[in-house]
């Protein structure tokens, strides 16, 4: 550690050794480059920063009442990507046509440099939070450094709400013009099935079942149909058996007797009528034409009634008798709802016999009218799927809209105004002419030491040593005369002087500088 410590140092009494021998050379350097950086520091304007800090609040009551009921864009992505191409050239464009920030040009080459500048200079950066945005612009006048940060502030909000709406618009738009489409495209489906189902009248049955399945459908039902007819038409042939046995029964137990005296006493009130009636009208009267008519009915039937008793056959006045029968009632409703059961059953299986019969007859062409009645279904069923998919988000759209109307899903704060720094930012001329006071020293110091590198000057044995790389016997102490020693204190005593009055003439410049600035 010892042996770095005092080779540093030797290396240290080395340099201060060369400047020491060259220092008229270091300041010869430093007094001419001084002017130099002192014209060129001159030129260069001080520039002032404008600073300004915008919020961007994506979270509001109304998102989460509204989740699911409209469309909700990825606001925070739709802020991140407006901060990135807020500086762009058709807003800057549309910056210069503001006539408090004097930008505007006639030229067209200036106006496109004074673009391309304020596209350099401008900053739109994210200030560590989410959605927190800053923007800064650094420029030789201070006050037209924050009217810009003003105006890009503004365009900021101006451009989020503007970009919010024509989206709103041109979705709305684009909605509108598909739903338009697609009802064209409905009709002309709805159109085609219709056609379709005129043309193939008959032929294109149940869309939900095939030709076979429908087939093997009727057929079973046309069965259960005749079945269940067979078994009601001889459930009516046993009623009517049942009611024909129970009017023979009447008719053997006596009922004719009273029909046939009945009969007789009808007609022994009529011969005393038309004896009336001849003893008071002739033959040609009306009276006694009728009563002799109703006399040859009532003959007639009484001899009829005679005939059938003596055969066996039920008569009508065995009918009459039955009517107070309660079984004879039962039979007789049974038999009622039998016969209208039996002509259902005929009515509805004479319907099931021609639909399979029809079905049959179109067979040869059933499956092809079904691939294309199924293929017309679908066809009809995606476009007005998509129909009402559209409309459906056409009134999310509006809904969305008259969100966006009514309340702003992201609000613009300014959490920092527009406001310039006091004092120049780095690199100020101040600044600047402090380092190029201290970059002439250094300049000049490396000046003497690179002269002393190219051509060095051997004044110790450690540097004799080190130049020669052979080992030195010995060494030649020099004995300085007085005159030379005046001579070196001399020299000495000007080259402080130089060197004070480089220092003063420097101090003065940065006080200048500091007083301008």
């Known amino acids: 550690m010892s042996n770095a410590v005092a080779a540093l140092v030797g290396k240290i009494q080395a340099v201060v050794s060369i400047i020491n021998r060259r220092r008229w050379l270091a300041i010869s350097v430093a007094a001419a480059l001084a002017p130099v950086l002192a014209v060129g520091v001159a030129f260069v304007p001080n520039r002032y920063e404008a600073k300004a800090q915008v919020y961007v609040d994506t979270q509001t009551v109304l998102k989460p009442l509204m989740s699911g009921l409209t469309f909700e864009p990825d606001i925070d992505q739709q802020v ?32 496109e440099e004074t673009v391309s500048r304020l596209m350099s200079k401008l900053r739109v950066v994210s200030a560590g939070a989410d959605n927190l945005y800053e923007i800064s612009y650094r420029g030789q006048s201070p006050e037209q450094a924050r009217r810009l940060v003003e105006a890009i502030v503004e365009l900021f909000v101006q451009s989020g709400v503007s970009a919010k709406q024509r989206d709103s618009q041109d979705a709305g738009q684009f909605i509108e013009d598909q739903i338009r489409s697609y009802e064209e495209k409905l009709v002309e489906a709805e159109n085609r099935l219709k056609e379709f189902k005129v043309r193939n009248f008959g032929a294109s049955g149940v869309s939900s079942q095939d030709y076979f399945t429908r087939v093997s459908v009727l057929s079973d039902e046309a069965g259960k149909l005749r079945v269940e007819l067979n078994a009601a038409e001889k459930a009516m042939e046993a009623y009517r058996r049942s009611l024909q046995g129970e009017v023979s029964q009447a008719s053997k137990d006596g009922v004719s007797s009273p029909a046939v005296a009945e009969i007789e006493t009808r007609l022994d009130a009529q011969y005393k009528l038309l004896d009336e009636a001849l003893h008071r009208f002739t033959e040609q009267h009306p009276d006694v034409i009728n009563g002799r008519r109703v006399i040859a009915d009532l003959k007639a039937e009484l001899a009829r009634r005679k005939d059938a008793a003596a055969r066996g056959l039920p008569v009508p006045g065995a009918e009459r008798m039955n009517a107070a029968n309660p079984v004879y009632q039962k039979l007789r409703i049974s038999l009622a709802e039998t016969e209208a059961q039996v002509a259902s059953l005929r009515a509805q299986l004479a319907n099931k016999q021609s639909a399979l019969e029809e079905a049959r007859a179109v067979g040869d062409r059933m499956p092809q009218v079904e691939a294309e009645l199924a293929q017309l279904n679908r066809d009809y069923d995606v476009i007005r799927k998509n129909y009402e998919v559209m409309v459906s988000r056409r009134e999310a759209a509006q809904l969305g809209v008259k969100l966006n109307e009514s309340s702003q899903m992201a609000e613009f704060r300014v959490v920092e105004p527009p406001k310039v720094s006091g004092a120049p930012v780095f690199p100020s001329r101040l600044q600047l002419s402090l380092m190029a006071a201290l970059f002439t020293f250094v300049v000049g110091i490396a000046a003497a030491v690179a002269v002393n590198f190219f051509k060095p000057t051997v004044d110790s044995v450690t540097a004799l040593k080190q130049l020669s790389r052979r080992p030195v016997l010995g060494s030649v102490s020099m004995q300085v005369a007085p005159h030379a020693l005046h001579r070196q204190r001399v020299d000495a005593v000007r080259f402080k002087g130089a060197v004070a009055a480089l220092m003063l003439l420097q101090a003065i410049w940065l006080g200048w500088v500091a007083f301008h600035s």
């Open 80 to 111: 991140r990507m407006l901060a990135r191409t807020l500086i762009s050239r058709p807003n800057l464009q549309r910056l210069l046509e503001v006539p408090d920030l004097q930008l505007n040009d006639p030229d067209p080459e200036r106006r």
